[in-house]
């Protein structure tokens, strides 16, 4: 029989139920001028996946459009909030921080950020003012006057010969490290097994436990000589360590194992 597996500590908690999203009102993705409603729509989605909600588009080619809705999925809202504006200035009139994304380096050097270093920039300033994200059009991106317009630029690292991403990647990327930024200090995927299993994980005690049994099953089926062991257990036991096995998993493996016995002695 397989045990039942131990019952959760009442306050284990899904990490991802009750995690609080980040606050990014105070964060307008600007596009400028776009092209391409799809790209819109894309771009909407990217932003909702990602936290973001204040959508500004600037003498956008299309819009609205249907297209744009389809892209969109889920994230219709975003585009039906969405402001429409004449120039990149009116977009940015209310904003504390302004930073553009673009692919190229331009004639006169700006302050360079990494999608990291821009995501950290925003959010250290998005309690004192508005921040607006600004993205270029499909075809020739920000022009130099519109890049002057912003305090930084934001340049996505890519392939050299080829650094253009699609206008909602370019969107997503960013918005992605934003709300990565805004997340918890995390511990590399270190302590991710830990916290977002849907099981406890087994003990160091449960584990000694199995690799006893198994010894015992493996001695009893012959598999196993311990007068002549060859580091057997010893790769056994590094095979087990490199997964973290959890509680259930260890019930499976130990169940399997008082089968084996059983059958073993029910055929004497
Ligand atoms: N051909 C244009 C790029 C247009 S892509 C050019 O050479 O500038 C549309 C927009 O997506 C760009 O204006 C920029 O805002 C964003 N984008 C695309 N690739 C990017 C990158 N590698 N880094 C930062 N922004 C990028």
Known sequence: MIAEPQQRPADWCDNAAV???????????????????????????AMKNMGLSRLVLVQPKEFPSGVAVGRAASAVDVLEQAQVVKSLGEAIADCGLVIGASARSRSIPWPLLTPEQCARRALAETGRHRVALVFGREDTGLSNEELQLCHYHVRIPANS?????????AVLIVCYELYKAAMPEDDDG????EREWDQELA???????????????????????????????????????????DVMEMNILRGMLTH??????DRG
């Open 19 to 45: 995690m609080t999203e980040p606050d990014f009102r105070n964060v307008a993705v600007v596009l400028v001028n776009t092209s391409h409603p799809g790209n819109i729509g894309a771009s909407a989605r």
């Open 161 to 169: 010969g080829y650094s253009s991403l699609n206008l909602a990647a």
């Open 260 to 265: 084996i016995e059983k059958n073993l002695k």
């Open 190 to 193: 270190a302590g991710t097994v």
């Open 203 to 245: 003990t160091g005690e449960d584990v000694e436990r199995f690799y006893e049994h198994l010894e015992r099953v493996l001695v009893a089926v012959d598999f196993h000589d311990p007068g002549n062991p060859r580091h057997l257990m010893q790769r056994i036991r590094r095979l087990f360590g490199r997964i973290r096995i």
